[in-house]
């Protein structure tokens, strides 16, 4: 965490400066105060003089003032250091993803990398936070109040050996207890969303299986747990509070006792000695904050070491150092002898794939969950590298090519159908920024989106939610697909794409397609027989082996695999049919 | 005097910095606005009623332990006169009495200084006995109120946990009655929210505001009090501290609330684009958009950074400036109150006490502020609870319920209508009949309505008229839990819950025996994959099973159903994402399963479709077709088209059938 911090906090060295100066300031002028009212005591109330008295006073409000404007702008740069910081670090995060292969991403997994960039991000920055506003104001108080209580008198300020390790220790017992409680707790609400989760998600089979008492059962023993943990931190804080308010009080009573003995003998001023309560309660105060925002740490280091593992990683694909050009039209695919292994995994997922696809050419993958279908479609386009063999396209090494080049060249529609926040022109031009209207209806035509376009009451501009989650899955999935066509690619890639669509539009999709990918080579990962059976070949993947590569008729007649898959979806007179 | 400027007073409260209250850390959200808040809070106030007792008991702990802490700094006020008055004997000359002291004081044209003598008991030396007493008598009445303090807090933190437990037992068994259509309309991560995250800003808010506002009150009152009683001038000048830091507070709250509506704006608006872009990040680097996104972040993050420094600066601004009012007033009672001494009006120790008690008193109000504002975001958690709980629940089942013996399976729908909503309508006049043992398949394109005819065998959903019935029973006239034990359900989307698989297929019934369990997984062709996992029947399931594949979880389903071996089923087929073998055991298992039950299948898969006794054929939320498969191919109509179309490779898809509807959304 000091690492991220430092690195990351550099750029606001001079604020840094000026903050450390400001709230020095600050907390010496605090000191003063107490040190001026001892004056009006000793020299102005017990003589009598009501000229020093008031005097002083003016000094003292002069000093309060500029008190209130130092702290004021120690406030504005520490706030303009601390979000600064926060912006730095999210920016830092974003730019590093973005330079991410999918494999550092699935390494981590989407949704972690959300929370890192987020909520992580925000722990630190709050914690930076705190520390510029509060916690380096504790250690300069506390110094500083000890040198003007030893100099006010250092018998007195012997009792600071009793009282301050007396608070560290309740303070630490009370925190030391709590934080594994804390932790309890989150637990425990987290086995409350679990059961909550669960039964919400299975609301139909509990109903259907008449288990809804059974069901509350488990929510009232998560419930109990919760309730039981939940109060052991309560009555824990209960005891917080009282018990420093205690240790001050008496506190201020032992300074009274002993300060009125010493203020007999003559070694003490009377002014003093409220001066010097003044100091033991700042000095106190100082050691209660430190102690309990030093709770922030641990959660704000943890997220610190998340953001750095983030940070330190480093995109496992690159732009080769000396690129070549693919040839103008490419649109031929060469897949020889490529496998994929995750890096200390077991078992390849890809294992010694070799097919090639030809411009005009449709060509088709299936194969069981698992098969290495969608690895196959990453490697393609370059989101993995394989770990042996070669892809290229028309003959040369997809490595050889600056990725965006790479890239510039595919319609991809990936096996989520994800749409972002915007209209329907803004995620079909996702795909092609300088389509006209025209061309994006031509797309919406192609994809067999055009109708429930037109039906919707802003047509075009019709608003999508983050997600497309405002649109049924077939509708998405079309649109998805008119993003990809409007590209105008030389390579389609369709990565189970037609899965939520029902079988008429399915086929009316498929017709149309064929019409539009005349040129281009199209490859189409799918489930169902029906979608792929007319493809001019069709490669069968098992357990990230070829198991066979032909045409539906051939491999009926030679590869048992695409039988087994065929006749789990057709009868035998269908599937000759 | 004592207590200098920033040191704060001795019985206030830090808010801990565990608190979530409003502005604790500056990141809080902004406080949600309560539609109807008195209405709402008193409904929140009412929950605490079974706690009456205790709460009675609270208030006077409250109630003696502010009384006890608002004495401390009187009494220590007198300790340091007692101090101060030996100092000032010490220095009188040796053989003079006070009185003659203040004579010649007065000779001397000193008056303010005979005054402030005349007014006191001096005694020679410090008189350590009486400041024995004193001093003891204030650690005595600390230590009652600190005790009393934590009694209150002891007895507040079970009161808020306890109320807390009831109300989730309330929302989850409320949860129970309410009816299908409630968490089909409401998405799940907004119950989930409702019962987790707004409940425990509720406990928040009752443990801290609570205790904090009576404990604040009675401290503003019982300080007001001493004050007064000390010196009614000196009481004036603090008073005026009040209205000045409450205006404050008030004009810096209203310029900053601006700002956190605009840092919360931004944050969401930055949140949005990361999970966005990272959600799809295959297609923005694939799309060529990786520039763009960055570009997009950064002008969002830069925003958000402009707005979250505005608002953390200004609402920073408070503390400083209530901490200025606060050296302000100080400054005014040292010098005021160091005249009056000087003159002799007031003693030196009630000076001092006077300064602790003005501090203590304008912390209460700040606070008092803050709680307001947490009281504001807990009481719209509240309303979001009640909200919950108020919805319309199921209706009640018949008092007399008519009971079935052993169920045939014979199921009849007279004349069933029904809609979701009121105005589309849906179901129309729908007759079926189905006799033991049949097979009805219902087919049609996504988004269909397929589930609706499961949604009204099941009574998920209540019909709006006509009449399903049971081996001739009305469904109405039985109770859900006995009609749904009539039936098993095969669904798709697999629910598994976190457990073992023994107790994952033990779900189909009340207390399976070990046999019973195997037996049924034996007989839906789930034994063989599991006895292949490590711990075989005792392997654990995480949430949701998501370490078995879908194919697996959905044999584990079916095993269930026959252990429940209900008279009528209900299946639906896998689409996709099945390996093939696992898919040859679903169907075998499956098939097993509808071995002398009635079946109702939501059918895929043509030769389950063809086999059917009756095929229901739904488009658009409506049955369109109804009959066996000759039948309804014979008819040419969209049965045959939808049949017709799984066939045709695309090669000879022409303008043909675009007459099919495209029935799809």
């Keep these: 965490m000091i690492q991220l911090i430092r690195d990351f906090l550099r750029p606001y060295r001079t604020s840094l400066v000026v903050i450390i100066l400001l709230v020095t300031t600050q907390s010496l002028a605090n000191l003063y105060l107490p040190f001026l009212n001892a004056d009006i005591i000793n020299d102005g109330v017990v003589t009598g003089d009501i000229g020093y008295i008031v005097e002083v006073g003016v000094l003292m409000l002069g000093i309060s003032l500029a008190l209130g404007v130092v702290a004021i702008i120690a406030v504005y740069f520490s706030a303009r250091t601390a979000m600064g910081f926060g912006r730095d670090v999210r920016r830092s995060m974003f730019h590093a993803v973005e330079s991410f292969s999918l494999q550092e991403v699935n390494k981590f997994g989407k949704p972690s990398l959300i929370t890192r960039n987020t909520n992580d991000v925000q722990q630190v920055q709050m914690l930076v936070l705190v520390a510029l506003t509060t916690l380096i104001a504790a250690p300069i108080t506390a110094i500083g109040g000890v040198i003007m209580a030893l100099r006010t008198n250092v018998q007195l300020s012997a009792l600071l050996l009793f009282i301050v390790p007396i608070m560290a220790v309740v303070i630490g017992a009370i925190v030391s207890q709590a934080v594994p409680l804390f932790r309890s707790v989150q637990t425990k609400i987290d086995g409350i969303n679990a059961v909550l989760r669960e039964n919400l998600a299975g609301i139909r089979v509990i109903r259907a299986f008449v288990r809804t008492r059974s069901e509350e059962a488990r929510f009232e023993r998560a419930n109990d747990e919760l309730t039981d943990t939940s109060l052991r931190v309560a009555r824990l804080f209960a005891l917080m509070m009282p018990a420093l308010m205690l240790i001050f009080n008496l506190s201020s009573v032992a300074v009274i006792w002993f300060g009125g003995h010493l203020v007999n003998s003559g070694d003490i001023q009377i002014g003093d000695l409220t001066a010097f309560l003044a100091y033991i309660m700042q000095i106190l105060f100082s050691v209660m904050m430190a102690v309990m925002l030093m709770t922030m740490v641990p959660r704000a280091a943890a997220s610190a070491e998340r953001i750095q593992q983030v940070l330190q990683t480093s995109p496992g694909i690159s732009d080769p150092a000396d690129p070549k050009s693919l040839p103008p039209s490419g649109a031929s695919i060469e897949v020889r002898n490529a496998s994929f292994q995750y890096p200390g995994a077991q078992d390849p997922v890809l294992c010694d794939v070799s097919f090639e696809i030809r411009p005009g050419q449709f060509t088709a993958v299936v194969g069981g969950t698992g098969s290495g279908k969608t690895t196959l479609v990453n490697l393609i386009t370059r989101l993995y590298d394989v770990s042996s063999g070669q892809i290229a396209i028309d003959g040369v090494d997809v490595r050889a090519v600056p990725q965006e080049k790479l890239w510039s060249r595919f319609g991809l529609v990936p096996q989520q159908a994800f749409l972002f926040r915007g209209s329907i022109a803004s995620n079909v031009r996702f795909g092609a920024e300088d389509a006209s209207n025209e061309e994006v209806w031509q797309a919406l035509q192609i994809a067999q989106a055009d109708s429930f376009v037109t039906q919707l009451a802003d047509g075009l501009d019709s608003e999508i939610d983050q997600g497309g989650s405002n649109v049924s899955g077939g509708q998405r999935q079309r649109l998805a697909i008119a993003r990809a066509v409007v590209r105008q690619a030389p390579i389609y890639i369709f990565d189970d794409s037609f899965s939520a669509l029902d079988y008429t539009t399915d086929a009316r999709l498929r017709a149309a397609l064929r019409q539009h990918t005349r040129d281009s080579a199209v490859l189409v990962v799918a489930q169902r027989i029906s979608t792929i059976r007319d493809a001019d070949q069709i490669v069968v993947l098992d357990r990230g082996t070829v198991a066979g590569i032909g045409t539906h008729e051939s491999l009926m007649a030679d590869c048992e695999t695409y039988r087994e898959i065929v006749l789990s979806q057709l009868t035998e007179t269908e599937a000759e049919a | ?665």
């Design chain 2, 1 to 665: 005097m004592s207590k200098n400027s920033t040191s704060q007073s001795m019985t206030e409260r830090p808010s801990s910095p565990f608190a979530r209250g409003p502005g604790s850390l500056g990141m809080t959200l902004p406080a949600e606005k309560a539609r109807d808040f008195t209405g709402s809070l008193r409904r929140l106030l009412r929950m605490l009623h079974p706690e009456r007792l205790l709460i009675g008991l609270v208030m006077f702990l409250a109630l003696a332990s502010v009384f006890f802490s608002v004495l401390g700094p009187f009494l220590l006020g007198t300790a340091t006169n007692v101090v101060f008055a030996g100092v000032v004997g010490q220095d009188l000359p040796e053989g003079t009495t006070q009185q003659q002291a203040v004579d010649e004081l007065r000779a001397q044209g000193e008056t303010t200084q005979a005054d402030m003598l005349a007014n006191m008991t001096v005694t020679d030396g410090v008189d350590f006995n009486a400041l024995a007493r004193i001093t003891a008598l204030v650690a005595v009445v600390y230590l009652i109120s600190a005790v009393f303090s934590w009694g209150q807090n002891y007895i507040m933190a079970g009161v808020t946990q306890r109320t807390m437990h009831r109300l989730r037992e309330r929302v989850d068994h409320k949860l129970g009655r309410l009816p299908l259509k409630y968490f089909d309309s409401k998405s799940r991560g907004d119950v989930l929210s409702r019962v987790t995250n707004d409940i425990d800003n509720i406990s928040t808010t009752m443990q801290q505001a609570l205790t904090q506002a009576i404990t604040s009150l009675l401290t503003v009152f019982g300080v007001l009090l001493m004050m007064l009683w000390i010196s009614p001038l000196l009481a004036l000048i603090s008073l005026l501290t009040v209205p000045l830091s409450f205006l404050t507070t008030v004009l810096i709250a209203k310029r900053s609330q601006g700002q956190f509506v605009g840092q919360w704006h931004w944050t969401g608006e930055v949140n949005g684009i990361v999970e966005e872009m990272y959600t799809g990040h295959e297609l923005v680097k694939v799309y060529g958009h990786r520039q763009r996104a960055m570009a997009d972040f950064d002008e969002a993050n830069g925003k958000m950074y402009e707005s979250s420094f505005r608002a953390q600066f200004i609402s920073g601004i408070i503390q400083p400036a209530m901490m200025l009012i606060s050296n302000l007033n100080y400054v005014a009672i040292a010098v005021v109150g160091g005249v009056r001494v000087a003159t002799g009006a007031i003693s030196l120790g009630e000076v001092q006490a006077f300064i602790q008690y003005s501090r203590q008193f304008t912390m209460p109000i700040t606070q008092l502020a803050s709680i307001t504002n947490l009281l504001q975001s807990g009481v719209a958690s509240a309303e979001r609870v009640f909200e919950l709980l108020d919805a319309a629940e199921e209706d009640p089942d018949p008092v007399r319920p008519l009971h079935i013996g052993r169920p045939t399976g014979d199921v009849e729908l007279e004349n069933v209508n029904f809609r979701y909503s009121p105005d589309v309508p849906l179901i129309e006049d729908l007759n079926l009949s189905v006799q033991p043992g049949e097979t009805v398949a219902i087919v049609g394109p996504t988004g269909a309505g397929k589930t609706t005819v499961v949604n009204l065998l099941m009574r998920f959903y209540e019909i709006d008229s006509g009449r399903i019935l049971i081996d001739g029973v009305d469904t109405h006239e039985m109770t859900r839990d006995d009609l749904r034990r009539c039936f098993g359900m095969v669904l798709q989307d697999t629910w598994l819950f976190k457990g073992t698989i023994e107790e994952n297929i033990a779900y189909g019934a009340e207390d399976p025996t070990a046999a019973q369990v195997d037996e049924a997984a034996v007989a839906a062709c789930a034994d063989h994959f599991i006895s292949t996992l490590p711990d075989g029947y005792d392997a654990v399931l995480d949430d949701d099973g998501a370490n078995l594949s879908a194919g697996e979880r959905q044999l584990i389903t079916i095993a269930r159903a026959f252990l429940s071996d209900p008279a009528i089923l209900i299946l639906d087929e896998a689409t996709s994402s099945v390996d093939t073998r696992t898919e040859v055991l679903i169907q075998e298992g499956m098939a097993r399963l509808r071995q002398g039950r009635t079946s109702f299948i939501i059918a895929h898969r043509l030769s389950t479709i063809r086999d059917a006794d009756t095929i229901v054929v739904m488009d658009a939320g409506q049955i369109i077709e109804q009959g066996g498969h000759e039948e309804l191919m014979a008819a040419r109509g969209f049965y045959y088209d939808l049949y017709q179309s799984q066939f045709r490779s695309s090669y000879d898809q022409t303008a043909d059938n675009s007459q099919a509807v495209d029935s799809s959304y």
